[in-house]
């Protein structure tokens, strides 16, 4: 399928979605997450530093109400295949607010995307921020039992708000 045809629901995967990751800082969640869609073949191996220094310039936290979810991306060039990483932290970590570099936001979720086409970044960031800002699937995620069912969630959300 050309990434041009790609919608929300084709790039979420429910084996790019991580239940549990460990992570003490948002640099170190952010490079396991890039380096698990390097490892995976998704992304070029530059992917990690490029989505690591594009976090100190632009920072992802989203700055709504209820639980706190970061959607860290990076340029196209980094990206074999268009793909979102989902992730769900046992603790919180902070991340900068997107909109106020200076607000800092306790982190339990974070979607990476990594997505070859440049004009999709626009579409991918409306339909997650509808999805997100929704509390009650924000809670729901974080209440999940497993990867499986943050996957359903996810899946469910993105049929009720996606493109």
């Given at each position: 399928m050309n990434d041009n045809n790609l919608n929300f629901s084709d790039l979420v995967k429910q084996d790019f979605v991580l239940g549990n990751l460990q992570a003490s800082t948002?640099?170190?969640?952010?490079?396991?997450?890039?380096e698990f869609l390097v490892d995976k073949?998704?992304?070029?191996?530059?992917?990690?530093?490029?989505?690591?220094?594009?976090?100190?310039?632009h920072p992802s936290g989203l700055p709504?109400?209820?639980?706190?979810?970061?959607?860290?991306?990076?340029?196209?060039?980094?990206?074999?295949?268009?793909i979102i990483l989902f992730a769900r932290l046992p603790e919180p970590v902070e991340f900068l607010s997107m909109g106020s570099p200076d607000d800092k936001l306790e982190v339990r979720m974070i979607s990476m995307f990594a997505l070859k086409e440049k004009k999709r970044i626009g579409d991918m960031l409306e339909t997650l921020i509808n999805v997100y800002q929704n509390e009650e699937i924000l809670n729901k995620i974080l209440d999940a039992c497993d990867s499986e069912e943050i996957f359903q969630t996810l899946k469910d959300a993105v049929k009720q708000y996606g493109k």
């Open positions: 948002r640099e170190e969640a952010l490079m396991l997450m890039a073949g998704k992304c070029e191996p530059t992917f990690v530093d490029a989505i690591l220094k594009r976090e100190q310039l709504m109400p209820g639980p706190k979810i970061a959607i860290p991306h990076t340029d196209a060039e980094h990206v074999r295949q268009s």
